[in-house]
């Protein structure tokens, strides 16, 4: 289950929400946070392991959360899933033309080369990089670091562009720049 | 006009119209305190525990239908707090507590009684802050008044550091009006709930109406009177909700649940609508949920949608003020005598009656029910009671009628232990001219006995009833019945607690025997001042009925009877 919320840019804002889901008994699969087009906003992607109900749940709790401004379960939605990863593979001048031409296939990035090692920078739904993450690992994976998924809903802004649209007008123009990070 | 943060905390508070705070000194509030020095509009009561102060406010908030107000120290002061804000919070009382945290530049460095009391306070406010600079009390405040007040109100913490009370600046109250939105996007369970809701009510043979805090926080009283006169629908309430409806009202069941009386569950067994207002299926309402009204079709009126559809699944849910649902089914609810189903509940009465301790011959024993009873009668019911936690609350909610709302005040979701004394001193802040008693058990008075100095100090008139039998009560009881009566750690001493109450310049009897309840009760009543009364009871009672945690709703122990025949009770 998946779950988007837009919450107000304050320290702890993150806590309050995490904590509310160790209380109430939900494990959090994977949970990013990162900045909106809005000043002073920020939007949490929340994977989490549920069933129905247990969904309908947490969203009536989040929203008694001061901080928060808007929930949406997207779970059901049309929509776009991603996920990033950075890959460390071990390789060397003998296997490293193999491996960069495996990251090509999956439209990986090489970011990083040296003599022992590529990093390989991958973009995708989290299947997609598992993919990836499975062919690499004979070559031997070093390190890797995912950020988790981020969601967003096809078409039409979600509910959550039209909380926050009291607050100033809309600004659809997302640089590259508005980074998220994993938690 | 230019102020320091001290001075601002007050300013904001009289503004709010707060009378009364409940506190205690210490170095990391000392600047607010000085400041306090310029406003003596403002009652500060001296407690002799953090927690008292909590409970305090609680029951200010409680009898009065106000907010109540707490202050408190950094470090120790901050988390002796914790569990009167726990109570607040299960129980939706509001309430304000502010802390004085160290200066924000020792933030993080284990200062002296440095604690993180955002960060433990977290799940046990409905919202908290941690302000470290003068111009931002302002806002804090208002703002904490507003979320400890508005939909389903709870505890709200504010924490101060000690430089931000010291520090100066311009106080703009107008600028620091709370911007948040007041209400949320509704969440939909059901299609469009009001038709369908009147559609069920139209149609029931048996409803029954089970009525929760949330009727006495709604102020939806007489909506609900209305709703059952029209329709003719039994009233049975949560412990929370009692008050909420008359005791005398024929329509009324009493209270639910385990320790509700046979014919109040048997009936929400044999229910076929299941009308929930303000309240929220509780455990210790429901029994096993997969038994629970198996044959009722339920709707479900609640301001909280995290309530709607937890713990039991409902077929129409009204999310919203309770007045304003009311309200609006009002006029489309059929008038009805429903002769059949009141005549059930009536021969289910009956049935109980023969058990109920008061129709028991007279064994010379002295029954916590018989005192409960007869302090009723003598208050002709008109008394603020505040109780404890264990037997003698439920005694008191099975054997007090209560015919007015905001008349008994106890701790429920919580169960706190200790919470009677300073509630009850809490109300009669808020209702000066009401009597004002506490029921409590040897127990739990013993565990904030000590604000007994409080009431001294403040020269207040409030009336204890402890009712003592020499055991943790409740938990023996349980021992009783499912422990094989294996008494540990439940025996309890007690000291003499008319000499305890002398050490305090107050007056206090013991009672030992029947008769002696209605003079000792009356000699109490008519002392201007407070008085405890320690009514040594029989020590190896029990409450009934008792539905086991778990256990059916109508799988209940009842009380043997002579008149019955015991075999087929248990």
New interface residues.
Partial sequence: MTLVAQVENK??VL??VA?LFR?RGFNIESLTVGHTQRPGISRMTIVVDTDD?GI??L???L????NVL?VENVTATPSVFRDLAMIKVAATPETRAEIMQLAHVFRARIVDVNNESLVIESTGAEDKIDGLVEVLRGYGILEMARTGRLAMTRGRPG?GSE?AAGADEHDDSVSDESVSYSV | MKKTGGEIIWECLKREEVQHVFGYPGGAILPAYDALCKYPEIHHVLVRHEQGAAHMADGYARAGGGVGVVIATSGPGATNLVTGIATAMMDSSPIVCITGQVGSKLIGYDAFQETDI??IT??IT??NY?VTRAEDIAAAIREAFW?AKSGRPGPVLIDVTKDAQQASCEFDWDAAEPQ?RTC??A?C?SAPPCADALELINQAKRPVILAGHGILLSGAMRELCALAERAQIPVAMTLLGIGCFPASHPLNLGMMGMHGEAWVNTAIQEADLILALGMRFDDRVTGNLKTFAPNAKKIHLEI???E???NVKVDVALIGDLRDFLDELLPGVKASNNEAWLARIHELKGDSAVRDIQNLPDDGHLYAAHVVNDLWRETAGDAVVVTDVGQHQMWEAQYYKHEKPRTLITSGGLGTMGFALPAAIGAKFARPDAEVWVVAGDGGFQMTMAELATIAQENLEIKVAIINNGYLGMVRQWQEFFYERRYKATPLYSPDFVQLAKAFDLRGATVRKRAEVIPTVREARQHRGTYVINFCVEQEDSVFPMVPAGADLHAMIRRPSPLVETAQDM
Avoid: C, M, Q, W
């Fill in positions: 320290p702890g806590n309050r904590s209380r109900s309908l749940r969203e009536a709790n929203y008694k959360l001061v808007n509910n909380v | 955002t960060g977290l799940p409905k919202h941690l979320v948040r949320r996007p969440i369970f909280d949608p995290a709607v559809n937890k």
